[in-house]
């Protein structure tokens, strides 16, 4: 059974930091790209972030380049998201997804979803 565990998230000021993690586990994810996307209420789920697993090549949304990074550590099957100079616009549930099609930002490309965790950036 796959699983994908997201944790870390919570409650910061604008301009903290915050890390997410994913736990992936049930399958080899070796031909997968990790996502992270999120969603605010109200609002559509965009695409965030991602990570080729095979070569760690990484994909960024436009609106959070400079401020996140995404990697991913092999030996524990696990993906963060690291989150700096957060803004409030940044708050919604973020959710970490794997799929093994080409279009990387698009979600229906994704086979397997965690629960998410929210993120809440206060102004």
């Known amino acids: 059974q796959v699983q994908l565990v997201e944790s870390g998230g919570g409650l910061v000021q604008a301009g903290g930091s915050l890390r997410l993690s994913c736990a992936a586990s049930?399958?080899?994810?070796?031909?997968?790209?990790m996502g992270w996307f999120r969603q605010a209420p109200g609002k559509e789920r965009d695409f965030v972030a991602g990570i080729k697993w095979s070569d760690g090549y990484t994909y960024y949304a436009d609106f959070v380049k400079g401020r996140f990074t995404i990697s991913r550590d092999n030996t524990k099957n696990t993906v963060y998201l690291q989150m700096n100079s957060l803004k409030f616009e940044d708050t919604a549930a973020y959710y970490c997804a794997a799929g093994d099609g080409r279009r990387w930002w698009d979600e229906h490309d994704y086979d397997y979803w965690g629960q998410g965790t929210q993120v809440t950036v206060s102004s």
């Open positions: 049930g399958r080899t994810f070796s031909s997968y790209t």
